[in-house]
C-alpha cells in the first residue's frame, strides 16, 4: 500500500472520528458543520448559533487523538 494512501485512510477515519465526538455532545448544530481533514489537520465551517457552540466545536475537535491542529471558519449566526 502507498504512503499516500494510507494517510488518506488514516485522514478519513480521524474524520469519521471527530464527526462522531462532535455528535455525541448532542448539539443539533455541531453535527451539521462540515469536517475537512488533511494530515491530522481539522477544518471546521458551517454555522452555529451561538459563540459558545462554536467554541465547544473547536476544543471538541482538539480531544480527538490524531488532531494536531484545527483551522475553523465557523460563522456564529445571532
Not at 494517510?7 to 455525541?24: I, K, M, Y
Not at 482538539?62 to 484545527?70: D, E, F, K, L, T
Request: net charge negative; hydrophobic share 45%; charged share 20%.
Amino acid at each position: 500500500m502507498s504512503t499516500l494512501a494510507t494517510l488518506a485512510d488514516t485522514d478519513r477515519d480521524l474524520e469519521l472520528r471527530v464527526r462522531v465526538f462532535l455528535a455525541s455532545l448532542g448539539w443539533q448544530s455541531l453535527k451539521q458543520l462540515h469536517v475537512r481533514v488533511n494530515e491530522g489537520a481539522v477544518f471546521l465551517d458551517g454555522r452555529v448559533p451561538s459563540f459558545y457552540e462554536r467554541q465547544l466545536a473547536i476544543s471538541a475537535c482538539q480531544r480527538v487523538a490524531g488532531v494536531y491542529q484545527v483551522s475553523e471558519s465557523i460563522e456564529v449566526a445571532l
